[in-house]
């Protein structure tokens, strides 16, 4: 079974870390995904803000659930580079990350993924990535 029925048939708990972290799929499809999760307290960091990785890594996810649903047959995904501009940080609440694939070549896929607070859509980070298709 793809990774994608999983999804649709599992939902979080088709991936490990979507489990471990809290996070709902909301939906994908047509090179787009939607991601959620909660902000919890063992998120922060030493200042009290959450942790900036889990920003990226979210949008990272976001980013390839996105890819995934362009894939052709057999192909697989590897990140070549991954960028995340911090605009805004969260102590509370939920965020919600969304992922767009920007071009899909032969070989190299770029995307890009964004990270907003849900409660009024804040701009809190913005992730590009480039992946090679295996």
Request: charged share 20%; hydrophobic share 45%.
């Amino acid at each position: 079974m793809s990774y994608l029925e999983e999804i649709k048939r599992q939902g979080r708990d088709a991936n490990p870390f979507f489990v471990m972290m809290g996070i709902d799929v909301v939906s994908f499809g047509q090179g787009q995904a939607e991601l959620t999760m909660e902000v919890r307290p063992e998120m922060m960091n030493g200042a009290g803000w959450m942790q900036g990785g889990l920003f990226t890594a979210l949008c990272d996810e976001a980013m390839a659930l996105a890819l995934f649903t362009v894939l052709e047959e057999g192909e697989g995904i590897a990140t070549v580079s991954e960028s995340t501009s911090f605009v805004q940080g969260v102590r509370k609440g939920y965020i919600s990350a969304t992922g767009r694939v920007i071009r899909k070549g032969r070989r190299i896929v770029f995307t890009e993924g964004e990270a907003v607070r849900k409660s009024d859509g804040a701009l809190l980070s913005r992730t590009t990535a480039s992946f090679v298709i295996v």
